[in-house]
């Protein structure tokens, strides 16, 4: 990574290249959202009509956005927080705008919170795995290991520490250091394990079923929050409505095209989600399982898979091992934003800065931890029956209300926010067309939409229908 001195007076890295980016920003990307939450959304959500509106999402609010948020970032070269902040005062606009950057931090925070007792799931069956824990068991045999696992709060405060530890770690050394050169080998390995998934998948004589599963539009099992859910995680899967994007951008060579680069990104991150359905579902169907399991899903498949195949300890240790790489490298970017405004601003070095936050997510995870065992506690969200108390609270906070307003913020301020000449001049897009076709997308289409998917939340609507 080549440092550059920036007008600030700290210094602030760039990547080598656009590549270089685009592995950084696929790592964030790419992660516990594709491989862990995707199956069990789309499980929970009666399958293909909920992928379809999904996909939908991704191309038309979440890349256009990604592209406003990859602008911004790179224009201002700052923290969310200061990015917000210097360019509404560059556009002449209110300085209100840097809540943006705030509320960015604040949903990062609380999902790493949560995000880290996940990735500690990971974790802890990477070692699980290896032992072979799984070569001797039924389909039955691995969900009781599994609900015996997360009903024990030790363990997973255990492993919940270590996720945090490892990733306090690589923050404080620098994002870029190191994680260009991980991310360019972990991403395609953990394409090709996933290939072979799928390859096994194939061979349970239940591959069809996955496939009508996922791709067949049964409009009929489309509830109002599915609809909600699979917006908000066209969000949370992109990365996107809290500057995490944006400060990756913000580390972006000037020459590189921010439309091309979005469009590869938002790509390859469904792609990745689509595959890890297309491996879970046949195996769901071939053990008789429940698509609807919930968050345990991938834990209670994918086991029975590895203690099956050939050679499935090995590829089932790989697999975990590259799914926590491919949690950390989405919870540094979930982190960054935070540490780099405390570097910034507060003159904390790095290692500090991310010591700080690190304490604090690392604490806020035990509600997460504690909520599927001893804090569980039900509730009810429009008819839908959630049993995991702080964990279900905390994910729809962040993913289906906060990154959509934190998106429609950042539409907003991308499409009218920035003055047009601003904006053309960061975008650099080859032809005219190109730019108002996307200048239109980002100031109507993308927040209208998202508005309207979030007022259906708050019930807004009923009382018209
Ligand atoms: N996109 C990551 C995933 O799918 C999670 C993530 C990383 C994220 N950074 C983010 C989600 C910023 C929302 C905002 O696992």
């Known amino acids: 990574m080549a440092k550059t001195t920036t007008k600030r007076r700290y210094v602030h890295g760039q990547w080598s290249n656009r590549w270089a980016f685009i592995l950084a920003a696929t790592g964030s990307a790419v992660g516990l959202g594709n491989i862990w939450k995707f199956p069990y959304i789309a ?10 509106v999904y996909i939908l999402c991704i191309a038309v609010i979440g890349i256009p956005i990604m592209m406003g948020e990859v602008m911004l970032g790179r224009r201002a070269r700052q923290s969310p927080i200061n990015t917000m902040r210097s360019l509404s005062a560059q556009e002449g606009r209110n300085g209100m705008w840097k809540y943006v950057g705030w509320m960015g931090v604040a949903a990062g925070f609380l999902i790493l919170s949560y995000y880290s007792v996940i990735a500690g799931w990971a974790l802890a069956y990477v070692v699980r795995t290896a032992s072979g824990m799984f070569t001797i068991h039924t389909a039955d045999g691995v969900a009781n290991i599994f609900g015996e696992f997360v009903s024990d709060p030790e363990k997973l405060l255990f492993w919940h520490t270590v996720f945090m530890v490892m990733t306090v770690i690589v923050v404080a050394r620098g994002v870029q250091h190191g994680l260009e050169k991980a991310v360019r080998f972990l991403m395609p390995a953990l394409f090709i394990l996933l290939l072979v998934l799928v390859g096994y998948a194939m061979n349970t004589g239940f591959f069809n079923e996955g496939l009508h599963f996922l791709f067949d539009a049964d409009f009929s099992k489309l509830t109002g929050e599915g609809v909600l859910t699979a917006m908000g995680h066209a969000f949370f899967t992109l990365s996107l409505g809290m500057g995490a994007i944006m400060i990756y951008g913000s580390y972006l060579p000037q020459e590189a095209s921010i439309a091309k680069t979005s469009i590869t990104i938002g790509i390859a991150d469904t792609v990745v989600a689509l595959l890890a359905g297309l491996a879970i579902f046949p195996i769901v169907f071939a053990n008789g399982l429940e698509p609807a399991a919930g968050p345990s899903l991938i834990f209670e498949t994918l086991p029975v898979a590895f203690g099956q195949m050939p050679g499935g300890t090995l590829f089932g240790s790989l697999f975990f091992i590259l799914l926590v790489f491919a949690a950390w490298t989405s919870a540094i970017s979930l982190i960054e934003p935070a540490v780099a405004y405390l570097s910034e601003n507060h003159g904390l070095d790095r290692v500090m800065s991310s010591a700080v936050i690190g304490i604090g997510v690392w604490a806020l995870g035990i509600l997460t931890a504690m909520s599927f065992n001893r804090w569980a506690f039900n509730f009810h969200f429009f008819g839908k029956a959630k049993e995991n108390g702080m964990f279900d609270i905390f994910d729809i906070l962040t993913a289906n209300i906060m990154l959509p307003l934190g998106g429609i913020l950042i539409a907003l301020f991308a499409g009218w926010g920035m003055r047009r000449h601003s904006s053309q001049d960061e975008m650099q897009m080859k032809s005219i ?28 609507f009923d009382r018209f229908l």
């Open 433 to 460: 067309i190109s730019y108002d076709v996307w200048s239109f997308i980002i100031r109507y289409v993308s927040p209208t939409l998202t508005i309207i998917i979030l007022l259906h939340l708050f019930g807004f």
């Open 43 to 52: 499980g929970e959500n009666g399958g293909g009509a909920f992928v379809l």
